[in-house]
């Protein structure tokens, strides 16, 4: 089983939609969390991180459930500048060895 | 702006060859900088662990001997591709991340290694 697993899409969806994210993480012990997007052929930026208490910034949400070992996101009002794929991803503390744990990635594509 | 810069974007070169890639942190120290590689359509897997004054850890399956890892200075970490060969073609990026472990990381802009 993959530590940090998510749908790998493509999503396509309307400008203007609302779009869910999913990903689940397999350590229990995983201590911090986050959302990055990568573009094609760049760098990940970190999106936002997440906590239990959710946290939302602009037209992104991003949730996180402990118990169920469960993290989301939620675009609102696509545009087409969010075309990209999302990146789910858990740091596990253990000593700092260890450094972020990266999903594979959903692509979203946002259509005129 | 970038907090993390990493130098070059792009190499192409010979089988053979050996490549140096620059990871530097902006305006912060950095004692733990990160090595990651990503090939085509994969999610970016750890390479090492580059910790300043001291050797990297290598995660299992990446050959120390082959990317070297100096962390030299609080700002600065290299890896080296000794001796490159086409399957070592891939997109490399490093991160550091500045405060709490828990911290976010910033990631540099990547290098899209091209071996021929």
């Known amino acids: 089983r993959k530590e940090v697993e998510q749908d790998p899409g493509p999503f396509n969806v309307p400008e203007g939609a609302t779009v869910a994210f999913n990903c689940t993480y397999s350590?229990?012990?995983?201590?911090?969390f986050f959302w990055y997007r990568q573009d094609c052929r760049k760098e990940p930026k970190l999106l936002m991180s997440v906590y239990s208490s959710g946290n939302e910034d602009g037209r992104f949400t991003a949730q996180l459930n402990r118990a169920s070992q469960y993290i989301s996101l939620l675009i609102r009002d696509s545009k087409l500048s969010d075309s990209a794929t999302y990146l789910c991803v858990v740091n596990l503390m253990d000593t700092g060895r260890r450094a972020l744990t990266f999903g594979s990635g959903t692509r979203l594509q946002v259509q005129p | 702006g970038a907090v993390v810069s990493q130098h070059p974007s792009w190499v192409i070169c010979k089988s053979g060859t050996s490549v140096k890639i620059e990871c530097r942190s902006l305006d912060f120290q950095a004692t733990t900088m990160f090595w990651y590689r990503q090939f085509p359509k994969q999610s970016l897997m750890l390479m090492a662990t580059s910790n300043e004054g001291s050797k990297a850890t290598y995660e299992q399956g990446v050959e120390k001997d082959k990317f070297l890892i100096n962390h030299a200075s609080l700002t600065l970490s290299t890896l080296t591709v000794t001796s490159a060969h086409p399957e070592d073609s891939s997109f490399y990026i490093c991160s550091a991340r500045f405060g709490h472990p828990n911290e976010a990381q910033h990631f540099g802009d990547g290098t899209r290694l091209s071996i021929l």
């Open positions: 350590n229990s012990a995983s201590q911090s």
